[in-house]
């Protein structure tokens, strides 16, 4: 079993950054995807964000692409997503995910083990 913590949510101006953390700890696997997601009062979730655990492939929502960045330290189980130039749209509780050996996807039924989720919160 794997168990994520989400960590680094928060409030901020519109404009402004925030870097989200994921801690994984319990098992580890050679190949697996980490993917963020996020959901907003009365919205489905949806995909944000994900990223193979070497690194080597990422794959962004088009409402984020070019201002959200997902990277990773596998030395520390650590996955981050780098949130800058966030609107008030933003505003979600947003949750890591695992997917056990998968790759970078925006598919949310692939992802197997999941955080508690932080709250982000953009004002305009």
């Known amino acids: 079993q794997v168990q994520l913590v989400e960590s680094g949510g928060g409030l901020v101006q519109a404009g402004g950054s925030l870097r989200l953390s994921c801690a994984a700890s319990?098992?580890?696997?050679?190949?697996?995807?980490m993917g963020w997601f996020r959901q907003a009062p009365g919205k489905e979730r949806e995909f944000v964000a994900a990223?193979?655990?070497?690194?080597?492939?990422?794959y962004y929502a088009d409402s984020v692409k070019g201002r959200f960045t997902v990277s990773s330290d596998n030395a520390k189980n650590m996955v981050y997503l780098q949130m800058n130039s966030l609107k008030p749209e933003d505003t979600a509780v947003y949750y890591c995910?695992?997917?056990?050996?998968?790759?970078?996807?925006?598919?949310?039924?692939?992802?197997?083990?999941w955080g508690q989720g932080t709250q982000v919160t953009v004002s305009s």
């Open positions: 319990g098992r580890t696997f050679s190949s697996y995807a």
């Open positions: 990223i193979s655990w070497s690194g080597g492939s990422t």
């Open positions: 995910a695992a997917d056990v050996g998968g790759w970078a996807t925006s598919a949310i039924n692939n992802y197997d083990y």
